[in-house]
């Protein structure tokens, strides 16, 4: 029997609205997927549960750009993911991201960003086709 695909879906930050990252989890975890959900973490916090979970996958959700805290909550979480040799795992994102800033984060190692309007199946079809229950990705990201 093949593995279920494991994600992590972490709210980062402190602002409590966590509404986006829960449709995200349960559409995630209706196609079939194993989901760790996490709130209110630090990028640290976020790091060790993908690790401890040995997750194949890890989504941001519902970003917002009025801090502009999404470059560094991705860049941190890359960095800290490397640190642990965990490079392998898929990072992946949602919300309010300025299109100027999207071609950074997939440079830093981002593998996709949905912005608004993004329907919960093609995240669900995306993490299928680019995301492998054996922690490699699949040929096409993007």
């Known amino acids: 029997m093949a593995e279920r695909i494991r994600v992590v879906i972490a709210e980062p930050g402190l602002d409590g609205d966590d509404r986006g990252a829960m449709i995200i989890a349960r559409a995630l975890r209706d196609a079939g997927m194993e989901i760790v959900y996490t709130a209110c973490q630090t990028p640290e916090q976020i790091a060790q549960t993908v690790i401890q979970e040995d997750a194949d996958a890890v989504g941001l ?77 699949a040929p096409a990201r993007g």
């Open 61 to 137: 959700p519902e970003l917002s750009v009025l801090s502009g805290a999404h470059m560094t909550l991705f860049r941190r979480l890359l960095e800290l993911l490397a640190e642990h040799e965990a490079q392998d795992v898929v990072v992946f994102g949602s919300g309010d991201i300025p299109a100027a800033d999207i071609p950074a984060l997939e440079s830093a190692g981002v593998a996709k960003l949905f912005t608004p309007g993004a329907t919960t199946d093609e995240i669900v079809d995306w993490v299928r086709s680019n995301v492998a229950a054996d922690g490699l990705t």
